[in-house]
């Protein structure tokens, strides 16, 4: 029986760096090269990925304009594939030589309609508090199975499956994958795992790029209960979700259960992850309607003895802004949430959103961005030797 047409398609938006190294494993794939397609798809790019797309030759590059976010870009992709398997992978990804063998076996011999493959982590040989803390906490594709769904960073989908149960929500920013796939289990279309299919992803590397995550994630968690009735939990209106976590480090590996700095640590990062996921979910809530994710639809102003801080100037205040203190969480909310106007003397800070003062808040969530990095060094490098040997 000949292996089935499978389209691959990568939605891509600011990718430029990460384009080559997904392009060389798709490349280097031990399924028979004439019995899959690459499907490519810009979504606003403001780098040189459209660029970088027109050099490979063996692709299919395409422009979603209409929408920002994953779910519009992957339904273009989805219109304009040949397959009679879909197979979906990330842009900042990478795959194992078997991806595509291990996931289409498993779809074929099992006669299944979903199959999930595994993410797998790479961190450096010097991981910060951050890698250890993503790679530790996202992307577990059996806790996703476990509910009903799986993410769309690696999975593997029967074109049928889409044609009965419809395309994913592009209304939403993020949890556009967990939205569709409960459709698709409440539809009755199976789901199974396969570990054996593996694609690889960097760890996130500062607490910026985990703040943006977790504010986009909350964001569509929020418009997905407004669509869909899915995730109340998730909720900002949910009294449970301000008062303080403890104990989330039991979750993390020996070495960091064993750490008395590290379990604090890791305390406190999902302190903050839950204050930015309520930000996220009330913005969420309440501009439902918006066209695109949160961050094309705000404003956020620094200012230092009345001069604005941007991000193509921020260094020049010296001693004023630094990474340690301003720049991790301001550009994080800078990219992100809104609108927002910040008016930053020093390190006192006073937020406004939607008329409601916030005051305070940026500076707590700051002066544990300069405890960390101070904090936690040490306790770092007393683990990384078992880290690395684990």
């Known amino acids: 029986m000949p292996e089935p047409f499978v ?4 939605p891509v938006h600011n990718a430029e760096k990460a384009l080559p190294r ?27 990925s459209r660029e970088v797309m027109r050099r490979f030759g063996d692709v299919t590059a395409l422009s979603q304009t209409a929408r920002q976010g994953p779910a519009a870009t992957r339904n273009e992709g989805i219109r304009a594939a040949r397959g009679e398997v879909l197979a979906f992978i990330d842009a900042d990804c990478w795959a194992h030589p078997d991806w595509l063998s291990s996931g289409i076996r498993t779809l074929m011999e099992k006669r299944l309609d979903r199959v999930a493959g595994r993410v797998e982590f790479v961190l450096p040989r010097r991981p910060n508090i951050y890698e250890i803390y993503d790679s530790s906490v996202y992307f577990r594709q059996t806790d996703f199975l476990s509910a009903g769904w799986c993410g769309t960073g690696n ?76 995730f109340e939990l998730h909720l900002w209106t949910k009294k ?11 979750s993390f ?13 890791m305390d406190g990062i999902s302190n903050i992850l839950r204050l930015a996921g309520n930000l996220g979910s009330f913005l969420g809530y309440f501009n439902l309607g918006r066209r695109g994710p949160p961050y094309n ?14 991000r193509a100037n921020w260094h020049k205040f010296g001693s004023e802004v630094t990474e340690d203190s301003l720049d991790a969480i301001a550009h994080a909310i800078y990219d992100t949430v809104g609108p927002l106007r910040c008016a930053v003397h020093g390190k006192k800070a006073e937020i406004e959103c939607h008329g409601e003062s916030l005051s305070g808040i940026q500076f707590r969530v700051t002066a544990c961005c300069e405890a960390f990095h101070e904090r936690v060094e040490k306790a770092l490098e007393s683990i990384r030797p078992t880290l690395r040997r684990s």
């Open 253 to 265: 590996a020996p070495p960091v259960r064993e750490n008395p700095h590290l379990r604090v640590t």
């Open 240 to 250: 449970a979700n301000y008062r303080p976590l403890t104990g989330t480090w039991r």
């Open 22 to 48: 997904l392009m060389a494993s798709l490349r280097a794939q031990r399924y028979p090269r004439e019995r899959f397609e690459m499907i490519l798809v810009d979504n606003r790019s403001t780098d040189r």
């Open 155 to 230: 999975l593997f989908v029967r074109r049928s499956v889409f044609d009965e149960v419809g395309l994913f929500d592009s209304e939403l920013i993020s949890h556009e994958d967990s939205e569709w796939g409960l459709r698709a289990t409440r539809a009755g279309k199976s789901l199974d795992y396969a570990p054996e299919a593996v694609v690889y992803h960097r760890a996130r590397a500062s607490l910026a790029s985990l703040v943006r995550k977790w504010i986009r994630t909350e964001y569509g968690a929020a418009q997905a209960w407004r669509r869909h009735g899915l």
């Open 7 to 10: 389209s691959v398609i990568v």
């Open 297 to 310: 639809i705000i404003l956020l102003r620094f200012f230092i003895r009345g001069r604005e801080v941007t």
